[in-house]
């Protein structure tokens, strides 16, 4: 149910963090997997990283803004059907209403919403080909619930969530799905000064009931179960993993 032997896959957003883990899963299911980043060179030493431990990755450079269907040439290696899409991608800009200008906040919407409809328009004809498509966007429970002070990433990641739901109901049928994964707290790489930040422990303690962040690779079972044959009949929903903190009142 969960085997992904003879599928392919492309993660943009695929070269760190959870797009990684994401696509060496994906990988270790059994699926050629393409992982997407900016740059050649760090995508290549990933690959070279990750192919040490035994799992075979493929690399499909290029910014998502500007050049989806370069990435997309490269990961279908040039027209072949295109399994799965997880849309990782997902940058931030902090700066709160009083210093974010208009120009910011569209900059970051581009990035994190436009560029996720621009990939899955570009992905479409190809996941169209395949028998199972599954086609997957990396939200965040900042669509759901808001800290103060991130209007830009937290409308982006609203708005991706009720892409979703838009896209599945016009694109799904038995051979294509449309689904989310929203990620809480996880202690990636980028976020390793707040993980280790003691005064921000104390409300993890309080506001997640696990009281702990994520661990990168715990995100990775639910990328697998969406991409699988064991989803055929999930389609629309957004699958939030982050320890609770989102229902605890
Ligand atoms: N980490 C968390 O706790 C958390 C929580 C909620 C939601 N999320 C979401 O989960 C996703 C992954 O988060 P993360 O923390 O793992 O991210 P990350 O470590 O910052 O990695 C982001 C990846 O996106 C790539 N990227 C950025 N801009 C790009 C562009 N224009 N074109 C192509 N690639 C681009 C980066 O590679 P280059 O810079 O080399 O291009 C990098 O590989 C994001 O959508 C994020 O919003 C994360």
Redesign the pocket.
Known sequence: MFDLSGKTALV??????????MAKALAKAGASVA?????RT??EAVRDQVASEGVILEVA???????AQR?LDDATRNGQALDILI??????DRRGTDDMDAAGFATLIN??LT?AYGMAKAALPYLRRSDAGRLIL?????AVAARGGDPA?TAA?GG?EALTRSLAVELGSDTLTVNA???????????AALAADPALQQFVDIRIPLKR??R?EE?APAAVFLASPAASFVNGITLTV?GGMTVQM
């Open positions: 943009t957003g695929g070269g760190r963090g959870l797009g990684l883990e992982i997407n980043g900016r740059s760090a995508l450079p290029g910014d998502v803004v500007t050049d990435i849309h990782a991608v997902g940058v931030r990035t994190d560029a990396v939200t965040s429970i900042a990433y990641k991706l994964i929203a990620p809480g707290w996880f202690a990636t790489e980028t976020n962040w994520g990168p995100i982050d």
